[in-house]
């Protein structure tokens, strides 16, 4: 008579020494490059949070030309004792009319030369911008809330098309806000009515 159960256990075959082993040192061949990973992901999340950080405390910096002239030529000190010619009190005082917050990205050299929905050649030194629905021409106030800065942009295209963005803003417009090192960024519109 045979028993069923001992040919069951006997069926049933244990890993011998060599691959229990070899299992181990896969298992921790694995624990090691897991930790790797982290370290290095650790380390990156480092760096990119450094460099957001100073990207807060420190402004563009953008070489100008061929550096002859900038906004930057000119010591303030040397500028108080230049006459300035008084602003007539006759000119009308633009009013801005709050639009909101939303993304905004720039686009710069790869389009110059391009026609815009306005009809002009794109230039991306000029301060202008595209927006969807905003009639060709308007002028707009974009502020940039992590640093202030904010630069008022005429708008001569129709766009973007990308995501959640309201408006793609020059390369020299961009550059007014600190814009171009993070590419894109939250931003506050304001149209500004004559």
Same mark, same amino acid.
């Given at each position: 008579m045979r028993n069923n159960n001992s040919t069951t256990i006997a069926d049933h075959h244990l890993p011998s020494r #060599?691959? #229990?082993l070899r299992t181990f040192m896969r298992l921790k061949s694995q624990r090691r490059m897991a930790l790797l990973g982290t370290g290095v992901f650790a380390a990156l999340s480092l760096a990119l949070g450094a460099e957001l950080l100073q990207d807060r405390t420190t402004p563009d910096i953008v070489k100008l030309g061929d550096g002859r002239a900038s906004v930057e030529a000119m010591p303030v000190a040397e500028l108080e004792g +230049?006459? +300035?010619e008084p602003i007539?009190? =006759?000119l009308p005082v633009p009013q801005e009319s709050a639009m909101g917050a939303g993304d905004a990205s720039y686009y710069g050299d790869e389009l110059a030369? =391009? #026609?815009t929905a306005s009809g002009e050649v794109f230039d991306? /030194? /000029?301060l202008t911008a595209a927006h969807r629905t905003l009639p060709l021409g308007s002028e707009v106030r974009v502020t940039n809330p992590r640093n202030g800065e904010s630069v008022v942009v005429r708008? =001569?295209?129709r766009g973007p098309y990308h995501g959640n963005r309201v408006i793609d +803003? $020059?390369?020299?417009a961009a550059r007014e806000i600190g814009l171009i090192s $993070?590419?894109?960024g939250r931003v506050n519109l304001a149209l500004l009515v004559s």
């Amino acid at each position: 008579m045979r028993n069923n159960n001992s040919t069951t256990i006997a069926d049933h075959h244990l890993p011998s020494r #060599r691959e #229990r082993l070899r299992t181990f040192m896969r298992l921790k061949s694995q624990r090691r490059m897991a930790l790797l990973g982290t370290g290095v992901f650790a380390a990156l999340s480092l760096a990119l949070g450094a460099e957001l950080l100073q990207d807060r405390t420190t402004p563009d910096i953008v070489k100008l030309g061929d550096g002859r002239a900038s906004v930057e030529a000119m010591p303030v000190a040397e500028l108080e004792g +230049l006459e +300035l010619e008084p602003i007539p009190a =006759n000119l009308p005082v633009p009013q801005e009319s709050a639009m909101g917050a939303g993304d905004a990205s720039y686009y710069g050299d790869e389009l110059a030369g =391009n #026609r815009t929905a306005s009809g002009e050649v794109f230039d991306p /030194q /000029q301060l202008t911008a595209a927006h969807r629905t905003l009639p060709l021409g308007s002028e707009v106030r974009v502020t940039n809330p992590r640093n202030g800065e904010s630069v008022v942009v005429r708008v =001569n295209d129709r766009g973007p098309y990308h995501g959640n963005r309201v408006i793609d +803003l $020059s390369y020299a417009a961009a550059r007014e806000i600190g814009l171009i090192s $993070s590419g894109t960024g939250r931003v506050n519109l304001a149209l500004l009515v004559s």
